[in-house]
Nanobody, 121 residues
């Protein structure tokens, strides 16, 4: 089973950018679709973006055109470049690995501890 560790969160003003990283170990990285989810206080964890081994990408509508997901298969790393950040993007961001339904958090086998992203207005 793959293990993941997220990093790169922080505090940024609206309109700013952050790049999240997800380091993976164990398992076979090629077996997994890697995804980013986020959870704001009092809300459910929601899908943000995902990427397949062949770099096919998925995004939730509210981040299309602003966020970009990528993966480095040689380094077993996944990245989420977040531009034009908005206060409503504030949440804890989690990286996860799935071999099943991409937009359903329940199908993810592994989660990291999360990284806080705070966007001030």
């Amino acid at each position: 089973q793959v293990q993941v560790v997220e990093s790169g969160g922080g505090l940024v003003q609206a309109g700013g950018s952050l790049r999240l990283s997800c380091a993976t170990s164990g398992g076979d990285f090629a077996d997994y679709v890697m995804g980013w989810f986020r959870q704001a206080p009092g809300k459910r964890r929601e899908f943000v973006s995902a990427i397949t081994w062949t770099s096919y990408t998925y995004y939730r509508d509210s981040v299309k055109g602003r966020f970009s997901i990528s993966r480095d298969n040689a380094k077993n790393m996944v990245y989420l470049q977040m531009n034009s950040l908005k206060p409503e993007d504030t949440a804890v961001y989690y990286c996860g690995a799935t071999r099943s339904i991409i937009r359903d958090s329940a199908t993810y086998e592994s989660w990291g501890q999360g990284t806080q992203v705070t966007v001030s207005s």
